[in-house]
């Protein structure tokens, strides 16, 4: 199981980090990602760390502002967001899979068979 957990609000500028934590598996063993749903819109892909290599992907609309990582003795991934503006705002999920993808099926959500609740991040202007 994964709980997702730290949204919040923030205004334009400001920072926030979002904690994934795994249950049940071991997080290293898995390829965990996180996407995110604005009102009306398709969920779409954020960024993901990638089990074995560790490699690391993000949207073009993200890089450089967020950062993903892993603490293994944690089983928890997380979301570093930084520079936050409102069209950031969105409902966030984790998503963990056992494989490991090639970059363009990292993107993908039907790549992944588990996924956590959302939490909401609300960027005002």
């Known amino acids: 199981q994964l709980q997702a957990s730290g949204g919040g609000y923030v205004q334009a500028g400001g920072s926030l980090r979002l904690s994934c934590a795994a249950s049940g598996r071991t997080s290293s063993t898995l390829t965990m990602g996180w996407f995110r749903q604005a009102p009306g819109k398709e969920r779409e892909f954020v960024a993901v760390v990638r089990r074995g290599d560790r490699n690391t992907f993000y949207a073009g609309s993200v890089k450089g502002r967020f950062s993903i990582s892993r603490d293994n003795a944690k089983n928890t991934v997380y979301l570093q967001m930084n520079s936050l503006k409102p069209e950031d705002t969105a409902v966030y999920y984790c998503?963990?899979?056992?494989?490991?993808?090639?970059?363009?099926?990292?993107?993908?959500?039907?790549?992944?068979?588990?996924w956590g609740r959302g939490t909401l991040v609300t960027v005002s202007s």
């Open positions: 998503a963990a899979t056992s494989l490991t993808p090639i970059q363009s099926m990292a993107y993908t959500p039907s790549t992944y068979d588990n």
